[in-house]
């Protein structure tokens, strides 16, 4: 039995998907597996952590690595609305380049993190900008938080932009 995360199946799952008893997918439509593999659309199963309101915070997520982009991202939308209450997922190998940084420049809405329990994060947030990834937008659809998707360009075949699109058509 296959389940397929992402909008594009990966490359183990190519290996697998023809010997396999049963295949379920995340999205309607997945390329490279549904034409080949007939199987059930089913979803991503995620956690809905039962939160009744959004938070206060605009929080911007890089992932356990960190994002480059994301993080400077969040930098220059503190600089420019000071009034909000920010919460940076630096990643842990570039949180301390960043809150140097923030304390050069006096920052003082943005709060950063290394990594933390998602659902930690997620309480927080009233907004969250992050990656395409099937279980970040999974969750997020799941506890009805609104998302802005930057899709990592150099994943694999693509798939973060293909699962940004089903996204958007929703």
Do not use: C, W
Not at 34 to 58: A, D, R, S
Not at 133 to 141: M, P
């Amino acid at each position: 039995v296959i389940h397929e995360q992402n909008r594009v199946v990966g490359k183990v799952n190519k290996l697998f998907i023809k010997g396999s008893s049963e295949v379920f997918y995340t999205f309607e439509g997945t390329k490279g597996g549904q034409e080949k593999k007939i199987g059930m659309t089913v979803g991503n199963p995620v956690k809905n952590f039962g939160f009744k309101t959004l938070g206060e915070k605009i929080v911007f997520l890089g992932g356990s690595g960190g994002s480059e982009e994301i993080n400077e991202l969040a930098l220059e939308f503190a600089r420019n609305n000071k009034d909000e209450k920010i919460l940076l997922q630096t990643g842990v190998k570039r949180k301390e380049r960043i809150d140097n940084k923030i304390e050069e420049e006096g920052i003082n809405n943005i709060e950063t993190i290394g990594f933390s329990r998602i659902e930690d994060i997620y309480k927080q947030s009233k907004i969250v900008i992050a990656r395409s990834g099937s279980t970040t937008l999974s969750e997020l659809i799941e506890n009805e938080i609104p998302i802005i998707t930057i899709p990592f360009e150099q994943s694999a075949d693509n798939h973060q932009q293909e699962n940004a699109k089903f996204i958007e058509e929703m």
